[in-house]
């Protein structure tokens, strides 16, 4: 193990839709393999058979106008599944762990986007997760346009894309509010700037972890 604290460290991977999360990705792939670390690499909601299966469920057609309360069990339904058969183990064996979204987003898009009550989404966290929560989140943020711009580019928007702008504000709006409330753990990457530009400031990040 070669990071500074000699234990291995839960990283999550946040941001507005089309911001570069999946770009940046290899990008740290690249960082870690480099520097001789073993870790596995997840994402929400998913990371197990059971997870996908939701994911299928909470971004597909079929159940379009399922309750906002629906949409935030399930988030966390996947996410005791992922937690207890993927994250847990891994950290336990020593492995990394990179995880692309985790309950960041929940308070993003439930809380935020949806408007549920926060203090509802802190007593489910507390329940499914105890005291595990994420040693670094990167906050790929960029305004609402441009990650809409780059996302559109790409591919048939899912049930979440479909939102309208009012909402992507208040995702956006709500991860920046909680980075300023935990600045140790949620570090802010301008996602505006180009992909060389936001790789740089990925690596100043790892360069103070590793
Ligand atoms: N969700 C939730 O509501 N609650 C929860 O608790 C959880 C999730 C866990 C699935 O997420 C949805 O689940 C998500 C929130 C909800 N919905 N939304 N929106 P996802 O991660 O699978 O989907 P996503 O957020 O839409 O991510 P994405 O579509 O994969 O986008 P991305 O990974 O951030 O962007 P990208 O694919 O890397 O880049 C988009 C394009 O921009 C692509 O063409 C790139 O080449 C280009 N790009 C990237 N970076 C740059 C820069 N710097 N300059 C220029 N162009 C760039």
Partial sequence: MNNKSNQP???TLEGSEGVG?????????????GAGIEYIETREPGGTPLGEALRNTLLGEDFKGMSDDTELMLM????????????????????WVLCDRFTDS???YQGGGRQLDMDRIAGLEQWVLGDLRPDITLLLDAPVDIGRERAGKRSEPDRFEQERDAFFNRVRETYLAR?????DRIKVIDASKDLDNVQSQIKEVFDNLI
């Fill in 76 to 95: 966390f339904a996947a996410r005791a599944e992922h937690v207890a058969q993927v994250i847990r183990p891994a950290l336990e064996q020593g492995q």
């Fill in 9 to 11: 460290l839960f990283i």
């Fill in 106 to 108: 929940t308070y993003a």
């Fill in 179 to 183: 980075a300023k409330q935990e600045p």
């Fill in 21 to 33: 999360k999946t770009s940046n990705l290899e990008y740290i792939k690249s960082l870690l393999d």
